[in-house]
Nanobody, 122 residues
Framework: VQLQASGGGLVQAGGSLRLSCAASGRTFSSVGMGWFRQAPGREREFVATISWSGGRTYYADSVKGRFTISRDNAKNTVYLQMNSLKPEDTAVYYC????????????????WGQGTQVTVSS
């Protein structure tokens, strides 16, 4: 089982990035998926999660209105579109797969990707 995150990079404030998380080894179409991030010296925090069907999404207040999580179950891939990026969005972003179908932020996320670095310059 592997989650491969990609799409990170260096961008100026106000710019956009699209992160992708490709799953392999098993299908994740029946479970919730999420994006989390960890900045230097800080604990990992919830960014956005999505239910198995994509019908429900959840966002941290700090990214609401700027980030959009989506999924393509046919491709076993989850995306995070990040717009209007701010320097405080700088972090390593991790994708994860939940044990449940609902993708609630408080669910247990069992499978984790390796992370992709996002750096936003001011």
């Amino acid at each position: 089982v592997q989650l491969q995150a990609s799409g990170g990079g260096l961008v100026q404030a106000g710019g956009s990035l699209r992160l992708s998380c490709a799953a392999s080894g098993r299908t994740f179409s029946s479970v919730g998926m999420g994006w989390f991030r960890q900045a230097p010296g800080r604990e990992r925090e919830f960014v956005a999660t999505i239910s198995w069907s994509g019908g429900r999404t959840y966002y941290a207040d700090s990214v609401k209105g700027r980030f959009t999580i989506s999924r393509d179950n046919a491709k076993n891939t989850v995306y995070l579109q990040m717009n209007s990026l701010k320097p405080e969005d700088t972090a390593v972003y991790y994708c994860a797969a939940a044990l449940s179908a609902w993708g609630l932020p408080q669910d247990e996320y069992k499978y984790w990707g390796q992370g992709t670095q996002v750096t936003v310059s001011s």
